[in-house]
């Protein structure tokens, strides 16, 4: 079965640091890769998805994910973080049989 | 974008009693719905598969008979949390995939926050 492990629970960052937050799946065929994000208040919404194709993938508001097949890897990026980004951080991943499963969630708190 | 619907947004209950969530894909059509649990400091809990016309498919450990999951439309999907226990307090959230191919990411309704006294 699918696992979706995602290492860092809580983050605290001053606004215009870089940020790097770490995924690492467990699946052995092809998998789909998404990263969403729930703002405080509101429901997910995807930032950024992997099917095919570039390994470096860019999503919304800045941010990125870089797809490493060798290390089952698929860290989120963002060189210069700000305030209105405190929210919560999914990693998720879709096998197969089409569930997606979720990582555990990477709290994340911008200092203004 | 596509919107999912989900209603109600807050329920409390008492314990024995039956509570229906709806959810609802409003601008598309969608083959598939999934419903989630979130624990609190938890991360979502995938509770079941939902196809339209067909029998929902539950993830291990979920009561079938306890959570009842109605597709009947390619914009409906209904969770219904029959006898509730403060214990099934949670909230739960529902997705759904466009019925225009396996790739395209989940939409997610806001979910509901039940609370079962």
């Known amino acids: 079965a699918q696992s979706v492990s995602q290492h860092n629970h809580h983050v605290i960052l001053s606004e215009a640091a870089s940020l790097e937050l770490g995924c690492n799946y467990s699946y052995g065929g092809t998998v789909n890769l998404f990263w969403y994000v729930q703002y405080p208040g509101q429901h997910l919404q995807l930032l950024l998805k992997y099917f095919s194709g570039d390994p470096l993938v860019k999503g919304i508001k800045g941010f990125e994910a870089e797809f490493i097949k060798s290390k089952f890897s698929f860290n989120l990026r963002k060189p210069s973080v700000q305030w209105s980004d405190t929210a919560e951080y999914f990693c998720a991943v879709r096998g197969w049989d089409d569930k997606i499963i979720f990582g555990k969630g990477t709290r994340l708190h911008i200092l203004p | 974008g596509a919107v999912v619907s989900q209603h109600p947004s807050r329920v409390i209950c008492k314990s024995g009693t039956s509570v229906k969530i709806e959810c609802r894909s409003l601008d598309f059509q969608a083959t598939t719905m999934f419903w989630y649990r979130q624990f609190p400091k938890k991360s979502l809990m995938l509770m079941a598969t939902s196809n339209e016309g067909s029998k929902a498919t539950y993830e291990q450990g979920v009561e079938k008979d306890k959570f009842l999951i109605n597709h009947a439309s390619l914009t409906l999907s209904t969770l219904t949390v029959t006898s509730a226990h403060p214990e099934d307090s949670s909230f739960y959230i529902c997705?759904?995939?466009?019925?225009?191919?396996?790739?395209?990411?989940?939409?997610f309704g806001n979910g509901t926050r039940l609370t079962v006294t």
């Open positions: 997705s759904a995939r466009p019925a225009t191919g396996r790739n395209s990411p989940l939409h």
